[in-house]
Structures are given as structure tokens and as C-alpha cells.
């Protein structure tokens, strides 16, 4: 191939110089029925210019004013929910298309009803096949549902278009780089058996400080004193003790929660990762971060994994993420704890984007982050029990004595020793899989109903 042309091009000189024998027939054959007078030579030109000329002007001109369109019900998911994937393609000329053939990229780890897959050379990716035939200026819409039944960032596309002459003497391929992204939240579950007492989960809590009170709950009286608001004035034991008596309000406190994924499954990485544990273990750090959302917690995540690049459309969250968000590269997870309203969204986008993949030592992280957390914050962390090194336990039982509240909960049935530590059992592989498939049997409004409930069981049980 000569330097300077670009692959496709030259392909396409090379198949069109190939149709130049038929031209050169014909005119030959036209040449020689007027010379000897024979109709049928004439007719063998004309037909030996049309199998030239034909098949070249459907290669030439199939994909002029070809739009494909491909769009999505919804770009943001819940586990188990269906979307609808719309796919519209329309021929904007004269020149129909006998045949249309568009190969479409899908992820393997979604359901689709209705379509048809084919293999693909690429890992975890498939082929959505799609064969259309349209005439001039027909437009042609089709709709699949898309199950998610998998957690990540999952692309649709790139395409490939495929079309030709009618006779399939010539056909030409389109290669386009459309994509549309498509991210599914973990499995959230209601959390209703934690065997903890319920105001206090993972332990009592070490107020720092009490700045703020709560007027709509009162928890006494006093004397009026100087200063007070008469909204303050309790009137009815004013009455009663026939002086100014003022409301005493329970002082409030946002108790910070900091959630630690661990994405190691084994505490030695030439073992690879158990992916159900993972998944099970990051279910359950988003039902916590849920469940601690709505109890006003102010909730930070952070885990030794990487999570894949945002979106191009998005904003990222900080500037230390901005610095770190290059073309696709993969940033860490670290969301100090807060109470706005948009942190739990952005605590269930990390945890979607969390790569299954080996993760640094979560000792380090933990060392680090725990002298930036709050003064009696609760640190709970979410590991594989196969990865729970004595390392780490030292690193929390350290958190410990600084004044950390901190719990320990599991997946996996391997046995961890972790004495004086608050630790609960998620369960294994197999409870993993029974939640996937009765998420993926229902809707997300049946999770919302408690048909799910996540249940957490003492380790020493």
C-alpha cells in the first residue's frame, strides 16, 4: 500500500480498478455487433457495461445519506431494571438499498430480548446483528429491552455498516465510532437485620461537639433567660410554674460514616478475584451508604480500587479528579465524608465504576484517610474474609484506640481472626447469586417493596 493513503481508500481504488475489465468488455462487444451486425453481441455489451456500471454506483454511493441513529431509554440504572434500546437508520436519497447490514458492539454481561448476538473476538463484547432493506427515503425503527444484570459501565457500540450492489458483487464496509454509555448501580437491598441495635449500628457514637439544636425536638425546660427568642418560651409550663420558662432542644450531631471497599478477594494477588464476592461486598457498601443517607449520616467511601473514567459530558466531582481524569484513565475512589444530597449519588456512580481488577493494600489507604476523618467518626470496612490480612486488623484495631468507632463485615465463608472488632458475615458465592437472580426476575420497585433484605449476621455466629 502507497504511505499516505489511508487503508480504506485504497482498497476501494483497488476493487473499483477491478470493475474496469467489464467496461473494456463491453465496449469491445458494442464495437463488434456494429462491425458484424449481431444483436446478441450487442446485447452481451450492454450487459457487460451494466454488471460493471451497476454494482459500482450502489458501491460508490450506498452509504451517501445513510443516518443511524442509536439511542437508550435511560443512561443511569438500577440493577436488575430494563431499558429500551432504539435503533433507527433511514436512507436520505434516491438510490434504494437492497440490503443493509449493521453490526453493532454490545456488552456481554447485559440481557437483550428480542435481538441477535453474534461472537466476538473482543472479550466480554458481542455482535448486535441487524440486516435492513430500504428504499428511497424510508426510514426503518427497531426497539429491543436491554435487562441490566450486571453492575459497571457498560458501552454500546462502536458500529460497523455493510451494504453492496444488488447483485453481492461488490460489497463496502463503514466503520463508525458511535458509542453510548450506559451505567448500572449496585444491588441496593433494604438492610434489616443488622443483630446491632438500631440507633446505633455500628457502635455508640463520640459526638466531638454539639454547635447545632433541633427545635422540633424538645427534650425539657429551663428558666428564661436573657437573650432567649420568644419562640423559645414553653407557655404552657410558663403558666404552670407562673414564670418564664424557655424550651430546651436536643443538641444534633451529623455523625460521619466512613465506608472502605476493599476490592482484593485474596490476600495473596497471584490468586486473581473472585468476582461474586466483589460483587456481593460492593452490594452491600451501597445499601449501608443508603441506609446511612437516610439516617442523616455524613457518608465518605473510599476503597484501593480504580473506577473508570467519567463520562465525557460530566463534570468531575473535584479538582483532584479533574487532574486525574486524562482520556480514559482510571481514577481512585476517595469521597470524604458529607451529608449534601448529592453525595450518595455520587458514592453509588464510584462504586458502579469500581473495576474488578486487583487493588493495591488496603492497610496504606486506611492509615492515610483515618487521620483525615472526623474526630469519632465510624469507620466500617467491606472485604473479602480471605483478603483480611493481620495487617489490616492492626491498622483497625489502631483506628480503634484513636476513638474510631469500627465494624468489619464479610463475604465469604473463609475464617478470620479479628478479636475485639465489631465483624459481620454478608455471606458467600452462592447468596450473591440468589440475589442476582431475584433482582433480575424482578423490578427495582420490588427492592424498594422489601422483597430483598440483606442480612447482616455476626461473624463469631
Known amino acids: 500500500m502507497p504511505e499516505g ?91 434504494p438499498l437492497p440490503w443493509l447490514e449493521v453490526e453493532d458492539e454490545f456488552p456481554e454481561l447485559l440481557s437483550l430480548q428480542g435481538g441477535r448476538l453474534d461472537p466476538h473476538f473482543k472479550p466480554r463484547r458481542m455482535l448486535l446483528v441487524n440486516a435492513f432493506s430500504l428504499w428511497w427515503y424510508q426510514r426503518v425503527t427497531r ?45 441496593i437491598v433494604p438492610i434489616e437485620r443488622f443483630g446491632l441495635p438500631s440507633r446505633h449500628p455500628f457502635g455508640e457514637h463520640t459526638a466531638p461537639r454539639r454547635l447545632l439544636e433541633d427545635p422540633a425536638r424538645v427534650i425539657g425546660v429551663r428558666a428564661w433567660q436573657p437573650g432567649d427568642d420568644l419562640r423559645r418560651v414553653h407557655w404552657k409550663a410558663t403558666a404552670r410554674a407562673m414564670s418564664l420558662q424557655s424550651k430546651v432542644y436536643e443538641p444534633t450531631t451529623t455523625y460521619a460514616l466512613a465506608l472502605f471497599v ?45 473506577r473508570a473514567m467519567r463520562d465525557v459530558e460530566e463534570a468531575p466531582p473535584s479538582a483532584e479528579a479533574d487532574r486525574a481524569a486524562e482520556g480514559r484513565l482510571a481514577m481512585r475512589v476517595r469521597l470524604p465524608p458529607s451529608s449534601r444530597p448529592e453525595q450518595l449519588p455520587r458514592i453509588m456512580e464510584a462504586l458502579a465504576r469500581l473495576i474488578p ?30 483478603a483480611v490480612t493481620p495487617a489490616l ?31 459481620y458475615r454478608l455471606g458467600n458465592e452462592e447468596v450473591w447469586h440468589e440475589m442476582a437472580i431475584r433482582a433480575q426476575a424482578s423490578s427495582q420497585a420490588a427492592v424498594a417493596e422489601n422483597r430483598f433484605v440483606l442480612a447482616f449476621t455476626p461473624a463469631d455466629a
Request: with cysteine; hydrophobic share 50%; charged share 15%.
Open 262 to 306: 476493599n476490592v482484593n478477594t485474596f490476600a495473596n494477588p497471584v490468586l486473581g478475584v473472585n468476582v461474586p464476592l466483589l460483587e456481593l461486598t460492593i452490594a452491600a457498601a451501597a445499601s449501608v451508604a443508603a441506609w446511612a443517607s437516610e439516617q442523616g449520616y455524613a457518608i465518605g467511601l473510599f476503597s484501593n480500587g480504580v
Open 143 to 187: 426497539r429491543y429491552q436491554v435487562r441490566c444484570t450486571a453492575r459497571g459501565v457498560f458501552t454500546l457500540g462502536p458500529l460497523t455498516l455493510r451494504s453492496g450492489d444488488p447483485f453481492g458483487l461488490l460489497t463496502r464496509e463503514q466503520h463508525l465510532k458511535d458509542e453510548d454509555t450506559v451505567l448500572v448501580y449496585p444491588l
Open 5 to 95: 493513503i489511508d487503508e480504506g481508500t485504497w482498497l476501494s481504488n483497488e476493487r473499483l480498478r477491478s470493475r474496469r475489465p467489464w467496461y473494456l468488455v463491453g465496449i469491445l462487444l458494442l464495437i463488434a455487433s456494429a462491425v458484424f451486425r449481431q444483436p446478441l453481441l450487442f446485447a452481451a455489451g450492454l450487459l457487460a457495461l451494466a454488471l460493471g456500471a451497476i454494482p459500482e454506483l450502489w458501491y460508490r454511493f450506498c452509504f451517501a445519506g445513510i443516518a443511524y441513529h442509536r439511542q437508550v431509554s435511560e443512561r443511569r440504572v438500577f440493577f436488575g431494571e430494563t431499558i429500551t434500546l432504539r435503533l433507527s437508520v433511514e436512507n436520505r436519497k434516491l438510490l
Open 357 to 386: 481488577y486487583l487493588g493495591s493494600p488496603l492497610e496504606p489507604l486506611l492509615t492515610v484517610e483515618q487521620a483525615h476523618l472526623p474526630i469519632g467518626a465510624t469507620i466500617v470496612v467491606f472485604s473479602a474474609a480471605s
Open 393 to 423: 486488623v492492626t491498622v483497625l484495631l489502631q483506628a480503634r484506640a484513636r476513638g474510631h468507632a469500627v465494624a468489619l463485615l464479610l463475604s465469604g465463608d473463609a475464617p478470620v481472626e479479628a478479636p475485639g472488632l465489631l465483624s
